[in-house]
């Protein structure tokens, strides 16, 4: 069974940054792709990260490159995203996430995701 506990959201004001946690059971972050879905009212549940097992691949969606660095730390089993230079946009409700399978690259549709964590980015 797999369990995300996300941590670490919160209010900010534009520009600032916050650090969100992930700590993760039930996989082995070396063989998963692990990653972040965000949702915001009235938008689609979009991917704005993700790292591969071996942590040798990244992806992020342009609205976000620059601005958010995911990380992992596989012998802690916790996933990390660092948001910089945060907009009123990147408010959202923020999904930890982890492919269905080994192996395999993480997709908003098909990815196993947590409970969520409220970011609020205040202008």
């Known amino acids: 069974q797999v369990q995300l506990v996300e941590s670490g959201g919160g209010l900010v004001q534009a520009g600032g940054s916050l650090r969100l946690s992930c700590v993760v059971s039930g996989r082995t972050l070396s063989l998963y792709a692990m990653g972040w879905l965000r949702q915001a009212p009235g938008k689609e549940r979009e991917l704005v990260a993700s790292?591969?097992?071996?942590?040798?691949?990244?992806y992020y969606p342009d609205s976000v490159k620059g601005r958010f660095t995911i990380s992992k730390d596989n012998a802690k089993s916790t996933v990390y995203l660092q948001m910089n230079s945060l907009k009123p946009e990147d408010t959202a409700v923020y999904y930890c996430?982890?492919?269905?399978?080994?192996?395999?690259?993480?997709?908003?549709?098909?990815?196993?995701w947590g409970q969520g964590t409220q970011v609020t980015v205040s202008s």
């Open positions: 790292i591969s097992g071996n942590g040798g691949r990244t």
């Open positions: 996430a982890t492919s269905r399978a080994p192996y395999t690259t993480l997709r908003a549709d098909t990815a196993y």
